[in-house]
């Protein structure tokens, strides 16, 4: 008898889950699964954005460090290939792209914004103390192809023009989001006079804050 009641629990353990044990589980997987992807999917696109900026903000950068080394004029160019823009470090002035340049695509989802498709940029000309009357901004490549270090590292002025192919003093500004899908935010890559470098982060309908 007490080997049958063994062979019987023996058999109930075998047995594994009950279809109502087994859709019950299934049930919490979906309601988990659920909640989570809106949260990676938006993890995703912000993961994005900030390496598009970032990658951008790099460009500038290179094309500053190398008009101080080769003390020379060096531009950072910008123009449309296919359905996006290609952004270059143009270390031999040549105006186009060579394969050995420092370069990189804005593509897919992501895009290069005018100043109308992106968030009030007021606070970002306050805080640098601009203000309406301050410097103009240039914001490409809606009102240029390029922005120019000299051989100190700062954009290029007006009275340089000689020796640097400028635009008068100013802020230059690339802007980058989705134009289909304003809810996964912007990112504002500003070059100061300076030839410093700035990353601002705006979602739609906030002011815009620094990250960088």
Same mark, same amino acid.
């Given at each position: 008898?007490?080997?049958?009641?063994?062979?019987?629990?023996?058999? #109930?353990?075998?047995?594994? +889950?009950? /279809?109502?044990?087994?859709?019950?589980?299934?049930?919490? *997987?979906?309601?988990?699964? !659920?909640?989570?992807?809106?949260?990676?999917? #938006?993890? /995703?696109?912000? &993961?994005?954005? =900030?390496?598009?900026?970032?990658?951008?903000?790099?460009? *500038?950068? /290179?094309?500053? +460090?190398?008009?101080? #080394?080769?003390?020379?004029?060096?531009?950072?160019?910008?123009?449309?290939?296919?359905?996006?823009?290609?952004?270059?470090?143009?270390?031999?002035?040549?105006? =186009?792209?060579?394969?050995?340049?420092?370069?990189?695509?804005? !593509?897919?989802? *992501?895009?290069? *914004? %005018?100043?109308?498709?992106?968030?009030?940029?007021?606070?970002?000309? =306050?805080?640098?103390?601009?203000?309406?009357?301050?410097?103009?901004?240039?914001?490409?490549?809606?009102?240029?192809?390029?922005?120019? $270090?000299?051989? #100190?590292?700062?954009?290029? +002025?007006?009275?340089?023009?000689?020796?640097?192919?400028?635009?008068?003093?100013?802020? $230059?500004? +690339? &802007?980058?989001? =989705?134009?289909?899908?304003?809810?996964?935010? &912007?990112?504002?890559?500003?070059?100061?006079? %300076?030839?410093?470098?700035?990353?601002?982060s705006a979602s739609t309908g906030t002011t815009w804050t620094r990250?960088?």
């Amino acid at each position: 008898m007490e080997q049958s009641v063994k062979s019987i629990r023996v058999l #109930r353990r075998q047995r594994g +889950f009950s /279809l109502a044990e087994l859709l019950l589980s299934l049930a919490v *997987l979906l309601v988990i699964t !659920t909640l989570a992807v809106p949260v990676v999917v #938006r993890s /995703l696109k912000s &993961y994005q954005l =900030n390496s598009a900026a970032s990658q951008l903000s790099g460009i *500038l950068k /290179l094309a500053k +460090f190398e008009a101080i #080394r080769q003390n020379l004029p060096v531009g950072c160019q910008v123009r449309a290939q296919g359905a996006g823009w290609l952004v270059w470090v143009d270390l031999n002035g040549s105006g =186009n792209v060579d394969p050995a340049e420092p370069q990189m695509l804005v !593509t897919g989802s *992501l895009t290069l *914004l %005018s100043a109308g498709s992106v968030p009030d940029t007021s606070n970002i000309a =306050n805080s640098l103390g601009q203000g309406s009357s301050g410097v103009p901004w240039t914001v490409l490549p809606s009102g240029g192809t390029s922005q120019w $270090y000299d051989h #100190r590292g700062v954009l290029c +002025f007006q009275s340089e023009a000689a020796a640097c192919p400028a635009t008068p003093t100013t802020i $230059y500004a +690339f &802007y980058i989001g =989705n134009p289909n899908d304003p809810s996964s935010g &912007y990112r504002a890559i500003i070059t100061l006079p %300076s030839g410093a470098v700035q990353v601002w982060s705006a979602s739609t309908g906030t002011t815009w804050t620094r990250v960088s």
